[in-house]
Nanobody
């Protein structure tokens, strides 16, 4: 019911690009916010790109203009295109989804503070070298 499977993580040099894929075909809650989060050991998980139930996208300042989130019409696939990667983008990247957590701001806050209320993939590692 809540399976999310990420792929596409890799090691790249600064300035390079990667495209992460989240297979959400096993996720049945189609009216959900979905997004990509990342985490570095010892630091809190942070949102890097969110797409809400109506398709509106949101990015923090750290990824705006460089990252792009998209999904297919059936909402079975979620992608994160990452361009002009920087060493500080190095992290484990997670696909996440949740229904009924309110608007984008509420979704982000809840997924960070109460990750047990949503669904997560296993993560895919992105490493950017300088």
């Amino acid at each position: 019911q809540g399976q999310l499977v990420e792929s596409g993580g890799d090691s790249v040099q600064a300035g390079g690009s990667l495209r992460l894929t989240c297979d959400a075909s096993g996720y049945i809650y189609k009216r959900s916010c979905m997004g990509w989060f990342r985490q570095v050991p010892g630091k809190a998980r942070e949102a890097v790109a969110i797409i809400d139930r109506d398709g509106t996208t949101t990015y923090p300042d750290s990824t705006k203009g460089r990252f792009s989130i998209s999904q297919d019409n059936a909402k079975t696939m979620l992608w994160l295109q990452m361009n002009n990667l920087k060493p500080e983008d190095t992290a484990m990247y997670y696909c996440a989804a949740a229904a009924n957590l309110g608007d984008t701001k509420s979704f982000i806050e809840t997924m960070i503070d109460r990750p047990d209320l949503g669904h997560w993939g296993q993560g895919t590692q992105v490493t950017v070298s300088s």
